[in-house]
């Protein structure tokens, strides 16, 4: 099946500091990569939509300024969690869907980065 | 925008019997619904998908029924294990080759008790 992986799996930081994310596609090239965050015990919420070479779609009530997304390649995106405050400490997770053939609404999701924020 | 709602929230079953797990969702337009597992600490797994234009789908031990007329879509575990533990989420989206997004359910608890 195909692979999607997260770097680093786990954070540390203090309030303040920026944070960057890497979301990779490893066996295929993804049309689309989507970034979510996950409260315990709770659904996933989807944060931003983003298309290789162009500008992020960010949901309702997500800063664009304080969450950059970076989709830079085919197989590559990036979340910059900018000055963060505790309470953006959290359980980031990033999918990615299929560049072109039949199931291009399949989304691959990768084994989430959790956030600290000191 | 779409609608899903999930029940039940948690749901423990003896080893070896059926688990089932149902979803209800508001928009039309949807024609994909995916199910996710998820483990403690890690992301969604996908384990199985249906698309509108079949009501059933199976795989193993695992199938999917979708009724599009009532909008709902059932999850169906058999000869439940150990390792089947984990929160279940269902999603549906309008399929397509656009930006279309996934909206989740709430999520099951699903406790296999040995």
């Known amino acids: 099946g195909a692979v999607v992986s997260q770097h680093p799996s786990r954070v540390i930081c203090k309030s303040g500091t920026s944070v960057k994310i890497e979301c990779r596609s490893l066996?295929?090239?993804?049309?689309?990569m989507f970034w979510y965050r996950q409260f315990p015990k709770q659904s996933l919420m989807l944060m931003a939509t983003?298309?290789?070479?162009?500008?992020?779609?960010?949901e309702q009530g997500v800063e664009k300024d304080k969450f950059l997304i970076n989709h830079a390649s085919l197989t590559l995106s990036t979340l910059t969690v900018t000055s963060a405050h505790p309470e953006d400490s959290s359980f980031y997770i990033c999918?990615?869907?299929?560049?072109?053939?039949?199931?291009?609404?399949?989304?691959?999701f990768g084994p989430g980065t959790r956030l600290t924020v000191l | 925008g779409e609608n899903v709602e999930q029940h039940p929230s948690t749901l423990s079953v003896q080893e070896g019997d059926s688990a089932v797990i149902k979803c209800t969702y508001s928009?039309?337009?949807?024609?994909?619904f995916p199910w996710y597992k998820q483990e403690l600490g890690k992301g969604p797994q996908l384990i199985i998908d249906?698309?509108?234009?079949?009501g059933e789908k199976k795989d193993q031990r695992i199938a999917v029924t979708l009724n599009k007329t009532a909008k709902h879509f059932s999850l169906h575990i058999t000869e439940t294990q150990p390792e089947d533990s984990a929160v279940y989420f269902c999603?549906?989206?309008?399929?397509?080759?656009?930006?279309?997004?996934?909206?989740f359910g709430t999520g099951t608890r699903l406790t296999i008790i040995p």
């Open positions: 928009d039309s337009a949807s024609n994909y």
């Open positions: 999918s990615a869907r299929v560049h072109g053939g039949l199931s291009t609404d399949t989304q691959y």
């Open positions: 066996d295929f090239q993804a049309t689309t």
């Open positions: 249906i698309r509108s234009n079949v």
């Open positions: 999603a549906a989206s309008p399929a397509g080759f656009g930006n279309e997004k996934l909206t």
């Open positions: 983003s298309n290789e070479g162009s500008k992020a779609t960010y």
